[in-house]
């Protein structure tokens, strides 16, 4: 296969990020997606309907001209959010609620520090058929950071979706052999969504011959078989699953430093990396369904109208780009072969 046409796709898990970062971050995406669903992990966070809206006028004005791309909002879920909170972000347009365990990855210290907390949220949340979405991981000091989220399935997901059993969730960015088999064993109500690195690349990636710090992301990278069962599962088919990039920009200095942000700024490439994914499973017929399909079936949304065309053509990722304010960022597989490419329109 040469070329594949397939119905124009969602990232259902993306950060924008704001302000400068905004004219590139978004045009990134537009290029390809309909459709993304903003985290709401900013500095400060979109706790309330009134900072959603203002963020959404300002993703909407940083779009190409004449560009159609939709960015879908989230509510940023703290130890105060109510049943009420909730209920404003959703006749304000927000179509889902962030569970970020508080410490847990980028800017989330005004997170959750115990769920119980937001047990009335999270019974609204159910009522209004409001997907919650997860940060999977637990920040107990003694847990070890490879070990996160399968203690977290255990002791925290487990638990929530027994409580709450017509709650909506998805298990963002899922890491391992753990996960994949929770949302498989699970309810229709529970899905998950897989990155390109967690499908391209596993721990040695991130540390043999060197520390490489623009493939650091969080949840971290994990053992090979975690990947291959990643993989598996994709090619699977299952309706469960769905794309969601976790496309993490941080400028280049913040990455080569010596405490480096997590975070893999994947828009550039993220369609054509996953086409490349499907062509190695050799299911590239199940494209369509992970890319433009499943996801918006499980949030209840309609799929896109159009297409958009992948052509199989060899091309390199940039080694870096410059954004506005003139600084460097580096993308996701910089330097490296791409073996697919989207067609521009």
């Not at 130890?79 to 959703?90: G, M």
């Not at 391209?200 to 490489?212: A, F, T, Y």
């Not at 990396?273 to 992970?290: H, I, P, R, S, T």
């Amino acid at each position: 296969m040469e070329q594949l046409s397939i119905r124009t796709p969602d990232d259902f898990h993306v950060h924008f990020r704001d302000q400068e970062m905004l004219p590139e971050t978004v045009a990134a995406s537009a290029r390809c997606f309909g459709r993304a669903v903003a985290m709401p992990n900013l500095v400060p966070p979109l706790t309330t309907a009134e900072a959603v809206l203002s963020y959404r006028k300002r993703l909407r004005g940083s779009r190409p001209q004449g560009s159609s791309f939709e960015p879908l909002l989230t509510l940023y879920l703290t130890d105060q959010t109510s049943a009420e909170t909730v209920r404003l972000a959703q006749q304000a347009g927000v179509v889902a609620a962030k569970l970020y365990p508080a410490g847990a990855t980028t800017n989330s210290n005004s997170g959750v520090t115990a769920l119980e907390k937001i047990y009335p949220a999270l019974e609204e949340m159910a009522l209004l058929a409001m997907p919650l979405l997860v940060h999977g991981e637990v920040t107990a000091a003694e847990v070890d950071v490879f070990d996160r989220e399968k203690v977290f399935i255990e002791g925290v997901l487990g638990p929530l979706v027994k409580r709450y059993p017509e709650l909506k969730v998805v298990m963002e960015h899922i890491t391992t052999a753990d996960a994949a088999q929770f949302v498989l064993a699970g309810n229709a109500r529970i899905a998950a969504t897989i990155t390109p690195q967690h499908l391209l690349l596993n721990r040695n990636d991130l540390l043999v011959g060197g520390l490489h710090p623009h493939n650091y992301c969080l949840p971290v990278l994990k053992r090979n078989t975690h990947q291959q069962a990643l993989r598996q599962v994709v090619k699977s088919g299952s309706r469960k699953f769905f794309l969601g990039s976790d496309s993490a920009p941080h400028e280049r200095s913040r990455k080569e430093s010596a405490c480096g942000c997590a975070g893999c700024y994947s828009a550039w490439s993220a369609l054509e990396l996953y086409a490349q994914v499907f062509d190695e499973l050799e299911c590239l017929d199940k494209l369509e369904a992970f890319a433009s399909e499943n996801g918006a079936d499980f949030y209840g949304l309609p799929r896109n109208p159009g297409t958009v065309t992948l052509r199989r053509e060899h091309w390199t990722v940039p080694e870096q780009i410059i954004l506005p304010n003139g600084r460097p960022i580096v993308p996701f597989f910089a330097g490296k072969e791409v073996r697919w490419k989207v067609q521009a329109v």
